[in-house]
């Protein structure tokens, strides 16, 4: 079965220390990973996106996830949160032989601390 | 640029009305949009896949006498939420996949969603 689960429900940093959420996903095939964000009663926002180039991929606002198909793992990191930052992340993945329907995983609440 | 627009971001009514909501794509042309629901402190459900001029499929469970899409052309999908009831309320957000590259290569991009706050 195809799945993806976010391993923390909830991950609370202060400000200016690293994020990590972590991610992991379940396939036989080769899937496409995406990580969006949601900011409070609003839709999701692309961060960044691996459909198997580069490893590690570089997305807006300093996030960036590594992809690691021994693991199967995409987890997203960023060097040094900001008040900003806080809201609710989802990692998603996208596999060929469902049309490309995304499959969500259950999201990771990001609080940070002034 | 990819900029999805979605119309009414809010809505009450009362029970038995219909609730149309509409999802424009501004500056692409997507022939699949997509319609989730999001209940609080959860994630996205896929409710259904619209494709431009065709019906749409449907996720199980969901109905589709209760939830009525249309995708008349390569910029707008409706979602009509038929005889709504206070089940269903929630919070419901659209996507749109561009028209250019694989299924695969091309991210949904995402509406700002609506409240649907049925009384």
């Known amino acids: 079965a195809q799945s993806v689960t976010q391993l923390d429900s909830h991950v609370s940093v202060s400000e200016g220390t690293p994020v990590l959420l972590r991610c992991n996903y379940s396939?036989?095939?080769?899937?496409?990973l995406f990580w969006y964000v949601q900011h409070p009663n609003k839709g999701l926002q692309l961060l960044l996106k691996y459909t198997s180039a580069a490893t590690l991929v570089k997305g807006i606002n300093g996030f960036e996830a590594e992809f690691k198909k021994s693991e199967t793992s995409f987890h997203l990191t960023k060097p040094s949160a900001h008040m900003s930052d806080a809201a609710e992340y989802f990692c998603?993945?996208?596999?060929?032989?469902?049309?490309?329907?995304?499959?969500f995983g259950q999201g990771t609440e990001l609080s940070v601390k002034p | 640029g990819a900029v999805v627009s979605q119309h009414p971001s809010w809505v009450i009514c009362k029970s038995g009305t219909s609730v149309k909501i509409e999802c424009r794509s501004l500056?692409?042309?997507?022939?699949?949009m997509f319609w989730y629901r999001q209940f609080p402190k959860q994630s996205l459900m896929l409710m259904a896949t619209s494709n431009e001029g065709s019906k749409a499929t449907y996720e199980q469970g969901v109905e589709k006498d209760k939830f009525l899409i249309n995708h008349a052309s390569l910029t707008l999908s409706t979602l009509t939420v038929t005889s709504a009831h206070p089940e269903d309320s929630s919070f419901y957000i659209c996507?749109?996949?561009?028209?250019?590259?694989?299924?695969?290569?091309?991210?949904?991009?995402f509406g700002d969603g609506t409240r649907l706050s049925i009384l």
């Open positions: 396939s036989s095939y080769s899937p496409s």
């Open positions: 998603v993945v996208s596999f060929y032989n469902q049309g490309g329907k995304l499959i």
């Open positions: 500056d692409f042309q997507a022939t699949t």
């Open positions: 996507s749109a996949r561009p028209l250019e590259g694989g299924v695969l290569n091309q991210p949904q991009h």
